[in-house]
């Protein structure tokens, strides 16, 4: 059995509730903060639902989300950030792609615990007071390994929105470009991450028709997500977005420590 019919059976009705609420979650909080919804939903399913059927589910739910918030502005500027950014974006998709082919071979522990760190201390250092300058001499360079890094991690959890965050936190991005850059990275990403998925056999006839379903509940909390989103002023956005990102980075490390 295919679809629905077939995750029904492998699975049971309580694990499709259990993703619809994941997702909505994740869906909220992205409408928000713009990002988090592959951090959220991946961390809630993966507790009743097999790794590699969790990621399947939240990739359609992934790019549908990550097409509209990029073109909530329009076109035109979808365009201006994806220029502006295209080094970083070109090095995730190629990354991805490469690094998907992984995801059944490696053990998750290791590269959840050195994300997780990497995001909670940052998180940390900012709340804190740190504000790290980017020499413009370096900003090339640390875009490049920006899009390493968060393509590794994202072709094998599809989770590679915090390194991307943390890099346009650190050049000062304002708010509504800074959404909007970040989700033109998690588009091309989820649509190389689809192809990658496809290929290795993640995303089949069971997993693809339910996870194209998840988007329905995605989309409903995300609405509600940028009701809050467009009260937020600057710095309370960045201080938010900051403290879902430490959430994330020691939900992280929970899961690399089989908690």
Do not use: C
């Given at each position: 059995?295919t679809g629905?019919?077939?995750?029904?059976?492998?699975?049971?009705?309580?694990?499709?509730?259990?993703?619809?609420?994941?997702l909505?979650?994740?869906?909220?909080?992205?409408?928000?903060?713009?990002?988090?919804?592959?951090?959220?939903a991946?961390?809630?399913?993966?507790?009743?639902?097999?790794?590699q059927?969790?990621?399947a589910l939240?990739i359609?739910?992934t790019?549908?989300?990550n097409l509209?918030?990029?073109?909530r502005?329009?076109?035109?500027?979808?365009?201006?950030?994806l220029?502006?950014?295209w080094?970083?974006?070109?090095?995730?998709?190629i990354?991805?792609?490469?690094?998907?082919?992984l995801?059944v071979?490696?053990?998750?522990?290791f590269f959840?615990a050195?994300?997780?760190?990497?995001i909670?201390?940052?998180?940390?250092?900012?709340?804190?007071g740190?504000?790290?300058?980017?020499?413009?001499?370096?900003?090339r360079?640390v875009?490049?390994?920006?899009g390493?890094v968060?393509g590794?991690?994202?072709?094998?959890s599809?989770?590679?929105?915090?390194?991307?965050?943390m890099?346009?936190?650190?050049?000062?991005?304002p708010?509504?470009?800074?959404?909007r850059?970040?989700?033109i990275s998690f588009?091309?990403?989820?649509?190389v991450l689809?192809?990658?998925h496809?290929?290795s056999?993640?995303l089949?006839p069971v997993?693809?028709?339910?996870?194209?379903?998840l988007?329905l509940?995605?989309f409903?909390?995300m609405?509600?997500?940028?009701?809050?989103?467009?009260r937020?002023?600057?710095e309370?956005f960045?201080?938010?977005?900051?403290?879902?990102?430490?959430?994330?980075?020691?939900?992280?490390?929970?899961?690399?420590?089989?908690?």
């Open positions: 059995m629905l019919e077939g995750f029904m059976e492998a699975h049971g009705g309580l694990a499709l509730i259990g993703a619809v609420a994941a909505a979650a994740g869906g909220f909080t992205k409408g928000v903060v713009g990002f988090a919804l592959p951090l959220i991946l961390s809630l399913m993966a507790s009743f639902l097999p790794f059927v969790a990621l939240l359609v739910p790019l549908a989300s509209a918030q990029a073109l502005n329009g076109p035109r500027a979808a365009l201006a950030s220029l502006r950014f080094r970083l974006n070109l090095v995730l998709g990354t991805i792609a490469l690094a998907a082919q995801v071979a490696l053990p998750d522990a959840f050195l994300l997780g760190v990497t909670t201390a940052f998180g940390v250092s900012q709340l804190l740190w504000a790290p300058h980017l020499p413009e001499h370096h900003v360079l875009e490049l390994a920006t390493l968060a590794f991690f994202g072709g094998i599809g989770v590679w929105g915090p390194p991307i965050v890099y346009l936190l650190s050049r000062r991005v708010k509504v470009e800074m959404v850059s970040q989700s588009l091309l990403g989820s649509v689809i192809v990658a496809l290929k056999g993640v089949n997993t693809l028709p339910v996870s194209m379903l988007v509940p995605t409903a909390a609405l509600l997500g940028y009701r809050v989103q467009d937020l002023d600057q309370l960045r201080r938010v977005t900051l403290v879902v990102l430490m959430v994330a980075g020691l939900n992280l490390l929970r899961r690399a420590l089989g908690g």
